[in-house]
């Protein structure tokens, strides 16, 4: 019997892998059950300061994402919960978790830490590394989602040994229930996705590295802590024995990576990277900080990473080529006395530094290899989770997908490109159910209270003591009583909670009030709950304001409670007079054209368009070239052996039989106009013009190697790239046996100053080859450093084993190649043996840099930015990789930077699963705070369409009517589907002819003036 | 004398950046009245200088750290405006001290009451703008 | 110029209702704009229309043709500022920055401050009678991101280039030209008491304006409605016309190029001055002074003063100007920072394809710098 099959799904971990999982699944119409062990999801990326290479704060890209999960009706979270048994098959899984208990009721818990600042324990606070403490009940960090408390049963003294319970005495909201118990639950789903993500290694069983018996050596993990403003040290960088402010510091890179014996031959891939960062960060805390890094190659692979690292130099970071030999710890000062061989100067050291970080990297944690066992789920040699090259979202198991570290170390926004990816896989499964077990909210019509006199109500929050212990409430309650317009103001124990959401709809009918205003907490957390309240009495959602009087009021003047109640009462007072000038805003809703438009026919643009296809949409597959394949024609087989010209071969062949995929062969993009939903592609094929339709665009443009203009290339024929050498071994003609390989050809220079990410690899693919057809071919590779990240390191490995030679040359003295009569000569000096070495290779293959397409020409057409490299620029270089700012444009592949096949594949799919959300709706709503323009006001001057950082205004050229006649004039209008409500363009008009719906001037200068004049009274 | 200051703080980072504040319960003086905005990029000089002629003796922005702003690069038109606002003020012959800038991330709630505290000081010091 | 006898509400009593006014008014082409109406409705008591007081540029076009010599503009300030008087406050271009700082200017709380505003190489004596009163350069420079405006510095570097070291009042404030005919009489005052008090406390006997709207509001409006004072006060481009007639301004380089003069409203019509700034131009070896049709008496102004109604219409007046200036000229000469400004903002207005106004425009101060080559 064929299961019928269920359109949710279960995704197990929610650090970033899994939450942009989560929220690409419900976006695409499927209900979502995620789950993580922490009683906090977030995962790593909650405990980074800030991330490379833009230095973005960690948690405040995370956060919104975090808070949409807790939020989202569609996604319903199980924290503190583990995955107990999954039974059934792709399409009908029934999934048993279950919920470990908090102690602490979650629907009544209101985030107030009163439990916790009572409670007598204290123990190391796991959130900080253990550098802080926490008590018992506790919240693992300030931003948790979900922002409930929770009591550590071990540290606990009533559950350890039945005294205390002064928690539950103070708890106003009788949240703490220490009868609950661990509950087991089963979930009925139709795939799973795996984004349990990988430890950081401990280095506790490396004891050469003193992580036990040093207090100033310290993990990366815990450094990112101490770098952080709300880590253990308020941001103050300093060192745990002393908490002195320490001189140097030393970090110590592969810590558990590369490792033979601990069988991690792999490389983790990010922490060349973050110990950059942290050695840039910490010399910004304080520049007296001398940074030193001790590496072995510096694998800045990534987009501006190589940049990252010339800067962090510039800084004046220290790079020290040389793996540490031996850590001591001098007994008076402890600090850490290292000794170290420096291989660029050969030279002996013994030096001291205040602070030593450990650089550790990734590791399968046993929790997750459990959870593969329980799953049934192949693992690789190194305990991650098994994949295949062409199809990396794929675990051995159908119906279950995976993403993120748990399949192999990567950074930020690989995880995110492939959690995108395998929501899109599970929304190709599971096409069938979409929308089907979605809830979707039906309000009441809205009242019309557009000519009606303001009556506003409001609803002050004593938060149990949170408020109501220091200011004073009924006073507060008083005072709004005798504001104009103001009808209605009542005092609660808790405004958020359930009966008093049923109260104030009473009182808006009760009291036909029109506005509603609540001085409790945070809007960032609590707007859209009493927004939903009152849309559930008839009011328009943005009749509301929150005022906080407990952030930014109560919590923050806690020993001044007179001023405090002062202060709120102005702060309502203010909104009050906002309220006043409330006018509903309406939700746009925007037609969606539901298929799609791929640029680019190579692999990245095939996945992809077959991909949206799979997901049951229709797409154009725009190629300029005559033939599909792209750069991949030109690849025959890859580091892992495998054939792309058969997956090649497979793919173009599925994408020719599908019947949802259009192709325009030699095709010519000519013009694009339109805007998200709604895009116009005007398209030369044979001199004949083709319009397409399109609600998305996804471009897949690709790249290309670079032809080189140095090393006589193109002079003699013994001289070849990379791709030339793969081609003439594919074609069997090559018989040399004196082989040289030169990296970085072209790129890590000045004009291309980025690492191409591929050629290390690349190169080491073509020796093995070379060396599998020749056993007895000498192969040499100069380089500046092997970067061969995450699973390409073993291959390193396997080079020197068969006999590779690898010689490291400084940036500063490259190799010089002369031609003497017939004979080529490549002399370069070898740092590792520190000598001048000559070779008369009979071939010289050049790594040649990666360069994207021509893509300059699209990118004005797409309105779309292209990195200092040429490269399309995504919308936001962590979180967001698949998008461009501008909404419904999409990129992956090449295009965005140089990869390998598999990291293509994972984002075409990732790119196609982002459009999908878009296609998938027949219209889009967009928030209703978008800029609107006057047009009676609007002369048509273009300030405010100069500086829109979406394009989201055009400029019209329009006839206008005159009282007498007419005048032909430019006129703005606002792309509301595009516009975001920044607000940015107000302040540019002249004319006031653009505002931003409840952030009007006027309401901003009324709020000015209750906070100045009536305050000079 | 209690300066009375007007801030204008963006929703992503400057708000949240208070809010830390405030669940990390740093103490700062109630000199500061909050008006969020959604972006830095949305504050207006004129905004700015009608709370001095109101009576304000300060006036704080804060928005998210260059390269982090929520809207791409509305934090850079806030620089950009509060740095002619400034020199307008010193033109007209009010201290431009009394504008402040200050980049405060939503992990920054230490830096925004140490900000407030400071800038608090600083007025006191400096007296009411309109005796 | 029976401004200065009778106030706006005995004057208007006069008007017959012929409609001249109407008919030349360049806003009365296009909208429904009457100082006829108007008028009209407030002599026979009927409340004037808010949005067609703040529509007047008070150009006073109409009034120049005026039979019975009705001074308009007076009328509609007169107007503005009942309106204001009972609360009502009419909408300013530029979220009403300008206002907002001349009214922060009034409080007397503060001494403005012009010390870094010009560059070390500009000289000044704190002893001369000469004073140059800068006005709002310094506010609008920084405003509009020195697009438009270097007039101040320029005015200056003529001065020294003639040898006059003049004096500058660090501490001056607004002239309160905007807030008068925006119909805000008691800042104006503050304004105005405040600069004549300073001007007259360092011996200054001669004050040179380089704005036509601080030259109009010294001359005419600070006896009538602050005070009368002791010194004098002249134009630039009437200064630089003495200096001519006495042979101190020579202009030795030849500067090729075809221009075209703007008349202010201010300057031209309100106070006569037409012929002063052509002369000095006319001076200027290798320039063809070139008039539009409608020059002098006649000019057609900006469209907008004290920053009120810039709307299409205004717009639609200063296409039209701008094209006229085109056909016979490759530089536009303004007086005014006003009419720089609003011309140059729509030079420089968005266009999708080709730039609609190719001409320049420039101010006279900074035509005549560039003249002497002095940068």
Known sequence: ?1017 | ?131 | MNVLKLSPEELIKYCYQCGRCTGICPLGEISFYSPRILIHNALMGKPVDPQRLAQCSTCDLCSSKCPMDVMISEFVREERHKLRQSGMILEEAHFGIFSTLARLMAKKTWKANLNDYFPKEIQFSDTSEILIFTGCMSLFETYFEYKYTNIAKSAVKILNHLKIKPQILKEQVCCGHDLFWGGDYENFRLLGEQNIELIERNGVELVITICPECYRTFKLDYPRYVRNYNFKVISFSEFLDLELKEGTLIFPYEIPRTITYQDPCRLGRQLGVYDAPRNVLKAIPGIKLKEMERSREDAICCGVSAWMNCNLYSKAIRMDRLLEAQQIADTLITNCPHCLIHFNCLKNEYAETEKKYTLEILDFKEFIAKALLLG
């Open chain 2, 1 to 131: 004398m209690t300066p009375n200051i007007v801030a204008f703080l963006c929703n992503w980072c400057g708000y949240a950046g208070a809010d830390l504040a405030g669940v990390s319960r740093f103490q700062y003086p109630p000199t500061i009245k909050i008006i969020r905005v959604m972006c830095s990029g949305r504050v207006d000089p004129v905004f700015i200088l009608r709370a001095f002629e109101n009576g304000a003796d300060g006036v704080l922005v804060c928005g998210c750290h260059i390269n982090d702003c929520h809207y791409i690069s509305g934090n850079l038109q806030a620089e950009k405006r509060v740095e002619k606002t400034k020199q307008l003020l010193k033109a007209i012959g009010i201290n431009p001290d009394r504008l402040r800038l200050e980049w405060v991330s939503a992990a920054e709630g230490a830096k925004f009451a140490t900000v407030v505290k400071e800038f608090t000081e600083f007025l006191e010091k400096i007296g009411p703008l309109i005796t």
């Open chain 1, 1 to 1017: 019997m064929a299961m019928k099959k269920i359109g949710a799904v279960l995704v197990i971990g929610a650090g970033i892998g899994g939450i942009q999982a989560s929220l690409d699944l419900a976006d695409l119409g499927f209900k979502v059950y995620v789950i993580d062990k922490s009683p906090a999801i977030g995962g790593i990326m909650a405990q980074l300061d800030k991330t490379f290479p833009t230095n973005d704060c960690s948690m405040c890209i995370l956060a919104p994402k975090m808070v949409e999960v807790g939020r989202n009706p569609n996604i319903q979270l199980f924290s503190y919960t583990e995955l107990v048994k999954l039974e059934g098959t792709a399409g009908n899984f029934i999934a048993t978790i279950r919920k470990k208990p908090r102690f602490i009721d979650e629907s009544r818990c209101k985030n107030c830490g009163v439990c916790a600042s009572v409670c007598p324990v204290r123990v190391p606070d796991e959130f900080n590394e253990t550098l802080t403490v926490r008590s018992a009940s506790h919240i693992p960090f300030p931003q948790a989602v979900p922002a409930i408390y929770l009591i550590d049963p071990e540290a606990c003294l009533y559950l350890q040994k039945g005294i205390c319970r002064l928690c539950e005495k103070v708890c106003e909201a009788h949240a703490i229930d220490f009868n609950q118990k661990e509950e087991l639950l089963t979930l009925n789903i139709g795939a799973v996705i795996l984004s349990a993500g990988a430890d950081t290694f401990n280095p506790s069983i490396l004891p050469q590295f003193g992580y036990q018996s040093f207090e100033n050596v310290i993990t990366s993990t815990e450094f990112e802590r101490i770098l952080n403003a709300s880590g253990p040290f308020g941001g103050h960088v300093v060192r745990p024995s002393d908490h002195r402010s320490p001189k140097k510091i030393l970090w110590i890179l592969c810590v558990g990576s590369r490792n033979r014996k601990l069988n991690n031959n792999y490389c983790s891939s990010v922490c060349c990277m973050y110990s950059i960062k942290e050695a840039v960060i910490a010399k910004e805390h304080d520049p007296n900080i001398e940074g030193y890094i001790a590496f072995m190659d510096i694998r800045a692979v990534g987009k501006g990473f190589d940049e990252y690292y010339q800067r962090a130099k510039e800084l004046g970071i220290t790079f020290l080529k040389a793996r540490v030999s031996n850590l001591e710890e001098d007994p008076s000062t402890q600090n850490i006395i290292v000794s170290y061989e420096n291989i660029e100067t050969n030279t002996f050291h013994t030096e001291e530094f205040d602070l030593v970080v450990l650089s550790v990297g990734f590791q399968p944690s046993n929790s997750t290899r459990e959870l593969c066992k329980t799953l049934g789920i192949e693992l690789n040699e190194y305990n991650f989770c098994a994949t295949h090259p062409f199809n990396p979202l794929m675990t051995s198991k159908p119906g279950i997908f995976v993403c993120g570290t748990l399949s192999a170390p990567k950074d930020i926004p690989e995880t995110v490109a492939e959690s995108s990816g395998a929501a899109g896989m599970v929304s190709s499964l599971l096409q069938s159910e979409r929308f089907n077990l979605i809830v979707k909210k039906e309000y009441p019509p809205e009242f019309d209270v557009e000519n009606q006199e303001p009556r506003i109500g409001a609803f002050i929050c004593h938060c149990g003591i949170n408020i109501g212990a220091v200011v004073n409430v009924p006073e507060v309650v008083e005072f709004v009583k005798t504001l104009p317009n103001v009808v209605y103001a009542e005092e609660n124990l808790y405004t958020c909670s359930q009966d008093t959401q049923e109260k104030i709809k009473q009182i808006i009918k009760e009291y036909n009030l029109n506005r509603v205003v609540i001085a409790s907490c945070t809007p960032r957390t609590h707007e859209p709950l009493f927004q939903n309240t009152i849309r559930e009495a008839g009011l328009n959602p943005y009749l509301f304001e929150l005022v906080n009087i407990r952030e930014q009021c109560s919590w923050v003047h806690m020993s001044e409670p007179l001023n405090a109640t002062e202060k709120a009462k102005k702060l309502v007072a203010m909104t009050i007079a906002k309220a006043r000038l409330f006018r509903p805003v309406k939700e746009l809703s925007i037609p969606i054209k539901q298929s799609g438009v791929v640029i680019g026919g190579g692999i990245a643009g095939l996945t992809a368009a077959l991909e949206l296809a799979n997901q049951g949409f229709e797409v154009v597959l725009i190629e300029k070239e005559k033939e599909l394949g792209g750069l991949v024609k030109n690849i025959y087989y890859t580091l892992e052996n495998e054939n792309p010209q058969e997956f090649l071969r497979n793919l173009i062949n599925e994408v020719n039989t599908s019947e949802k995929i259009k192709l325009l062969m030699n095709a010519n993009i000519e013009s694009i106009s339109g805007y998200i939903g709604n895009f116009e592609i005007n398209v030369r094929k044979k001199g004949e013009l083709e319009t397409i339709q399109a609600g998305i665009i996804i471009v897949a443009t690709g790249g290309q190697e670079y032809k080189p203009t140095e090393y006589l290339y193109g002079e003699d024929e013994r001289i070849l790239t990379q791709q030339d050498l793969e081609l003439k071994i594919s074609g069997g003609e090559l018989n040399a046996k004196q082989v040289v390989m030169i990296q970085c050809v072209g790129s890590r220079n000045e004009t291309r100053p980025y690492c191409s990410k591929i050629c290390c690899s690349v190169a080491i693919k073509n020796a093995l080859k070379l060396k599998s057809l020749d056993p007895e071919i000498q192969i040499s590779i100069l380089h500046k450093d092997i970067r061969t990240y995450g699973f390409k390191e073993p291959y390193y490995e396997k080079a020197r084993e068969v006999g590779i030679n690898f010689i490291r040359f400084d940036e500063n003295r490259p190799p010089i190649l002369e031609k003497h009569g017939d004979s080529l000569q490549i002399s370069v000096y070898d740092i590792f043996s520190q000598k001048e070495l000559s070779f008369n290779p009979d071939l010289v293959v050049l790594s040649a840099a990666f360069l994207p397409t021509d893509n300059e020409e699209l990118a004005q057409m797409l309105k779309v930015p292209r990195d200092q490299n040429g490269f399309f620029l995504e919308a936001h270089v962590k979180l967001r990789p698949l998008d461009f700012a501008t909404e419904g444009i999409f990129l992956c592949g090449a295009a965005q930077w140089p990869k390998f096949i598999p990291e293509t594949i994972a984002q075409a799919k990732g790119a196609a699963a982002r459009a999908a959300i878009i296609l998938s709706k027949e219209s889009i709503r967009v928030p209703g705070i978008t800029a609107r323009v006057n047009e009676d006001l609007c002369i048509g001057c273009g300030s405010c369409q100069e500086l829109c950082p979406y394009n989201a205004i055009e400029m019209r050229y329009t006839e206008k009517l005159l009282e007498r006649g007419s005048i032909r004039t430019y006129q703005a209008h606002v792309l509301e589907a595009v516009c975001k409500g920044c607000g940015t363009c107000v302040s540019a008009c002249p004319l006031q002819a653009i505002n931003l719906p409840h952030f009007t001037n006027t309401q901003i200068l009324e709020m000015v003036k209750v906070l100045t004049k009536e305050a000079a009274k």
